[in-house]
């Protein structure tokens, strides 16, 4: 299991916090935050660490929400 400091933890959330104001409102669900949360854990285990890099990642991924999490 990956371990994180602190530091780059809070940077997660940040992006977290941050993609999820991009996700159209019907598709803001908390299904959706754990699914770009994971996102956002896998980029950062596999060396992306920068708050852009993070966001970028995860936005990537909001196309896919529409299919993958339709109400």
């Known amino acids: 299991m990956t371990k994180f400091d602190p530091e780059l933890v809070q940077i997660m959330r940040a992006a977290l916090e941050e993609i999820m104001q991009r ?16 996102c956002i854990l896998k980029a950062a285990a ?16 909001i196309p896919t929400i529409a299919t993958l999490f339709s109400p």
Do not use: F, I, N
């Not at 996700?23 to 994971?38: F, I, M, Q, W």
């Not at 596999?46 to 991924?61: E, I, K, N, R």
């Open 23 to 38: 996700v159209p409102r019907e598709y803001s669900t908390p299904a959706t935050k754990a699914y770009l949360a994971e």
């Open 46 to 61: 596999q060396g992306q660490t920068s708050y852009a890099a993070l966001m970028a990642t995860a936005a990537d991924h």
